[in-house]
Every structure is written in structure tokens, then in C-alpha cells.
């Protein structure tokens, strides 16, 4: 199999999401990084809320996210608030707007719809496809993964018996296993 082909596939089905998702974040007169941050805000935990994390996430410099940041904060979509043990860190926090807005630009209604025609099988066999396509290319250029606490190498404990970062050391709820990780590292493969 020419795998050029399948970098082809991806690089065109992205870009026609991203066309849509201009669109729509255009008509609230925002660009589709803005609101890949806030998307990002809402899926990240505690220690990953930062303007730094949310830097490498997006793969953008500091200056950039700080614009962007800038520009959500003045719109209402977030809030920043100093990090009491560390008055050099800031959190960032969705609002009750933010939230909204990302109810409302969820799928866009195009790729709904596409989605929809799909096999629910398919789905499950593209989406696991995707995600080791994407830990691949994480793992082997030194980029962070950026994964859901439950898949980390660093989570301690068990559903029932409680949940602890051995990274922290801090306790975590099973709806804090769920979040992404700025400090992320895959669990060895059993």
C-alpha cells in the first residue's frame, strides 16, 4: 500500500474541516484556534490550564496563545486567575459563555452529518486508527501526547479504591481521569 495515500486522506479531510470550522467561528467573529482554546480548556485538568500548556498543546508560541488569550478573555469566553502557591502561574477557566459557544459550534452540521452516514464500526475502527496514528507521530517526533489521566503512566490506583497522580502525588477523581494532560505519559503496553 502507497501509506502516502492515507497522509493524502488526512490532509484533505482536515482541511475541509478546517474550511467549515472557519465558517462557523467566523460568524461569532472568531478564528478556529480560538476555538480550538477554548475546546481545549474544556477537556484539560488542573495542571494544564495554563497559558504555557495550552502553548504546546496548540503547537503555537507564547506570544500567539497570549493573543489569542487576550482577545477570548475581553470577549468573556475565559477567565485568568493567579495560582495561589505560585503568583508566576495563571489558570484559565471557561466561562458560563465559553461553554455556550461550544455547545453551540460542537460538530459542525456539515461533518454531522457526514458522520452520521457512517457505519457505527467504522467509526469506532477509524477513531482507534487516527488515535494510534497520532501516538505514533507524537512518540516518535517528541511532541507531548497530551492524554486522558487514565492512560498515563503516572495514574495510581484503582476504580473504588481512589485515584492519585504519582506524578503530584495529588488525589484525583474518576472524572479527573478523564481530563488531558499537560504532564501525560503513556502506560507502558500490558
Known amino acids: 500500500m502507497d501509506r502516502s495515500v492515507l497522509l493524502e486522506y488526512i490532509e484533505r479531510i482536515g482541511g475541509l474541516l478546517r474550511a467549515e470550522q472557519r465558517a462557523d467561528a467566523g460568524a461569532f467573529g472568531l478564528q478556529p484556534v480560538h476555538i480550538d482554546a477554548l475546546r481545549y480548556l474544556e477537556r484539560c485538568n488542573r495542571y494544564s490550564n495554563t497559558p504555557a500548556a495550552l502553548a504546546a ?11 489569542t488569550l487576550k482577545l477570548l478573555e475581553q470577549a468573556g469566553y475565559l477567565s485568568k486567575t493567579g495560582d495561589p502557591s505560585d503568583g508566576r502561574v495563571v489558570h484559565l477557566a471557561l466561562s458560563a459563555k465559553g461553554r455556550k459557544i461550544l455547545q453551540k459550534l460542537a460538530i459542525p452540521a456539515r461533518w454531522s452529518h457526514t458522520l452520521e452516514r457512517v457505519e457505527e464500526g467504522r467509526c ?6 487516527l488515535r494510534t496514528l497520532l501516538q505514533h507521530a507524537q512518540l516518535s517526533n ?16 484503582a476504580e473504588g479504591s481512589g485515584y492519585r497522580c504519582g506524578l503530584t502525588g495529588e488525589a484525583l477523581s474518576p472524572a479527573d481521569t478523564a481530563r488531558i494532560c499537560y504532564e501525560h505519559e503513556p502506560a507502558p503496553a500490558a
Do not use: N, P
Open 57 to 67: 498543546y496548540l503547537g503555537s508560541t507564547k506570544g500567539t496563545v497570549s493573543q
Open 124 to 129: 469506532e475502527e477509524a477513531t482507534r486508527t
Open 142 to 157: 517528541g511532541y507531548r501526547t497530551f492524554g486522558a489521566c487514565h492512560s498515563c503512566r503516572h495514574l495510581i490506583g
